[in-house]
């Protein structure tokens, strides 16, 4: 039972961080290459408060700030850059993230920081707390969505200049992705250290940026449930197939090349597409019944 | 009458090239000014400066007596400018109608972290509706950009300009690429939101159709004004005919 808790819980922190770049990436259509930095500026905010003393419960909106403020300046860098130069300028955040950890002693240098408190919980109330924060971002992404903010940002992942020239303030919306994007990443990293118990530099480094790309992209871009059901695969299968965890980089590799040549909109866009051809089909059946 | 925009001095090098030097153009409430000019003459390099596109190097910008020059694209968007570009650049993830929505929501969009806690959009769904009616898209409000052909495509950037209730719309050659019937027919739904109060600047290479709807004609050539007036005399004028036409006067 112990073993399945596990799993639940680090399905949940992954769907978290996972939602949490589609909102940046999906929703608002900026490609994010260094996501994985906020997920660690949230864990290490949250792993040294708690070993200062703080209550779990309380570090996790300081994670979420933490990462959030990290999020606006990497934002505002990025507000003039698109496309490839905004996933370059990503992809450097991260490095220079990873990079500033491993030099410095305060956060544990090269071997991270170990005996991380528990959260006080216990297993099964801590993992219905991922759950719960899980399933919170997922409804607040749907609502998001259908909101005028949501149209906006699809408007935004569609044509920036379009966007503009319909007098809306495209940098301020954009910004307002990151700002949400990053901080929720910083939550599930708060979570992601007081599972694990141990954080180092490795564990938010490319690898974890493109892994978590690889969930939003196999979900389906933008798509809610899309990466629900990928972040949640994703996350438990190197945990479940040992080939897999040992090639790890190779597998996501692999599945984001596929998915890019063969299903582009994810599986989210494969099951709307197999809906609607069994659709017509039992249209046509009937059609040719009468 | 009222002057709407007055674009003062305005000059813009690229590097050694003077796409536009010291040029003057006043427009005011009501008016359908046909811009034209050869290739190269600079007509959307201002067309581009007046939306804050590109910076000028020298001059000013006002619209209706408040100086714009260094406000945002989107600033000047919601101080009273609308542009449908010559390239249609449709939302295409959206239909017809969202396209034409979005910009009605002008109110609901200002303010970002507003617009989340709002999610109501059948006024703005009605409104669109109504424009498309009115560029004459009504039986295709549902449909996907990708799917209709490019004499829809112009007409919904038009309905989308008008969106934004615009006091000046900037039209960037909007008949280019359409058969002779539909540049007719557009031009003629452009004479008649003039008809109807709107002020239009209309860049065109269209002669026949431009003459046909502008009763004022503001010619560029090489960058600098060469002629601004009533459209019959600004095309007997020898310098315009020799510019624009290739005609030489002996």
Redesign the interface.
């Known amino acids: 039972m112990s073993y399945e808790i596990t799993l639940l819980t680090t399905m949940a922190i992954s769907v978290l961080f996972a939602l949490s770049l589609n909102f940046i990436t999906g929703f608002c259509g900026q490609i994010s290459l260094g996501h994985a930095a906020f997920l660690g500026a949230g864990a290490y905010t949250s792993a040294m408060l708690s070993k200062a003393g703080v209550p779990f419960l309380m570090t996790i909106p300081a994670a979420a700030l933490c990462a959030a403020v990290l999020g606006a300046i990497t934002g505002l860098a990025s507000l003039r850059v698109r496309h490839d130069f905004l996933a370059i300028t990503t992809m450097g955040v991260g490095f220079l993230f990873v990079g500033i950890i491993r030099q410095q002693d305060f956060f544990g240098g090269e071997i991270g920081i170990a005996g991380i408190p528990g959260s006080g919980f216990g297993k099964v109330r801590f993992m219905l707390i991922c759950v719960a924060l899980a399933f919170t971002f997922a409804a607040f992404s749907l609502?998001?969505r259908?909101?005028?903010?949501g149209?906006?940002f699809?408007?935004i992942?569609?044509?920036e200049?379009?966007?503009?020239?319909?007098?809306?303030?495209?940098s301020?919306?954009k910004l307002?992705a990151f700002i949400i994007g990053t901080g929720t990443a910083g939550v599930a990293g708060a979570l992601y250290a007081h599972h694990f118990r141990f954080i180092g530099p490795d564990s938010f480094g490319f690898v974890e940026s493109i892994s978590v790309l690889a969930m939003v992209i196999v979900g389906g871009i933008g798509s809610v449930w899309g990466v629900i059901f990928a972040a949640a695969l994703l996350s438990v299968l190197p945990m479940l197939v040992q080939f897999i965890d040992d090639y790890k980089l190779l597998f996501y590799s692999a599945l984001l090349f596929s998915m890019m040549r063969f299903s582009p909109d994810g599986i989210a866009g494969l099951c709307t597409r197999l809906s609607s051809s069994i659709s017509r089909r039992t249209t046509e059946s009937d059609g040719n019944k009468r | 009458m009222t002057e709407i925009l007055h674009v003062s001095g305005v000059t813009v090098r690229f590097g050694g090239v003077c796409a536009v030097e010291n040029v003057d153009l006043r427009i005011n409430d009501g008016e359908l000014i046909g811009f034209i000019g050869p290739n190269g003459a600079g007509k959307t390099t201002l067309m581009r400066v007046i939306?804050g596109i590109v910076q000028p190097q020298d001059g000013k910008v006002f619209l209706e007596g408040v100086d714009i020059t260094n406000k945002?694209?989107?600033q000047r968007?919601?101080a009273g400018l609308a542009?449908a570009?010559q390239i249609v650049?449709?939302?295409?993830?959206?239909s017809l109608l969202?396209n034409v929505a979005?910009?009605c929501?002008?109110e609901?969009?200002h303010h970002?972290?507003k617009?989340?806690?709002?999610?109501d959009?059948s006024s703005e769904h009605n409104r669109a509706r109504a424009l498309l009616t009115r560029v004459g898209l009504s039986h295709v409000v549902k449909e996907l950009p990708g799917t209709l052909p490019l004499g829809y495509l112009k007409r919904l950037e038009v309905a989308?300009a008008l969106a934004?209730n615009p006091k000046l719309l900037l039209l960037d050659e909007p008949l280019a690429g359409l058969s002779q019937k539909e540049a007719a027919s557009l031009a003629d739904l452009i004479s008649t939101l003039n008809a109807d109060g709107q002020t239009i600047l209309l860049i065109e290479h269209n002669l026949r159709e431009v003459m046909r709807i502008c009763p004022t004609l503001y010619v560029q050539d090489n960058g600098k004004s060469l002629a601004f007036g009533k459209a019959e005399a600004v095309m007997s004028d020898p310098n315009v005919r020799n510019a624009y036409l290739g005609v030489s006067h002996a």
């Open positions: 609502y998001v259908r909101s005028w903010m149209f906006v699809k408007s992942a569609d044509n200049d379009v966007t503009r020239v319909l007098g809306i303030d495209v301020r919306y307002i | 939306t945002a694209t989107h968007i919601r542009l570009q650049q449709p939302l295409r993830a959206m969202d979005l910009a929501g002008g609901k969009t970002a972290l617009s989340m806690w709002i999610t959009i989308r934004l």
